[in-house]
């Protein structure tokens, strides 16, 4: 229950900080943070990352049900384990999912708004569910080379029986 409760958490976070950009700041409008390093810009993305595929609404809809189904299926299967990283990331993949997939089915776009320039170059703005996303998948890959080094296979000795 603990990782839907992270899920929620995540899903909340995401869903109270668009409201607050998208209720309290005109579109293109930036609030420097930190310079003109870190910014919070309200952006409206009817794409993917970096922008990708814009005006695809249904087929994300399509594709990010699908992923949420797979991603409450296997939560539900590696809960039972003693493993406690790669629910932890499949929690956050998860509230992220839900919270650009609800300013899709809604508005049918999402709203961002962290805004990163380094010297000229500005990376794509972002969400908190992007970020939910992206350390998820980082956690995911993590546990993927820690289950490696948990379970080690020595390729050498597969299939060198001796008669």
Known sequence: MVYYIIALVAFLVDQGTKYLVAS???????????????LITSHRNRGAAFGILQDQRWFFILITSIVVIAIIWYLQKVMKTSNKLLPLALSLVLGGA????????????????????????????????????????????????????????????????EA
């Open 98 to 161: 839900i919270g650009n997939f609800i300013d899709r089915v809604i508005a049918g776009e999402v709203v961002d708004f962290l805004m990163f320039n380094f010297g000229n170059y500005t990376f794509p703005i972002f969400n908190v569910a992007d970020s939910c996303i992206v350390v998820g998948v980082g956690l995911i890959i993590l546990d993927s080379f820690l289950d490696m080094k948990r379970n080690p296979s020595n390729p050498n000795t597969e299939g060198n029986e």
């Open 24 to 38: 309290r700041m005109e579109l293109s409008e930036q609030i420097p943070v930190i310079g003109n390093f870190f």
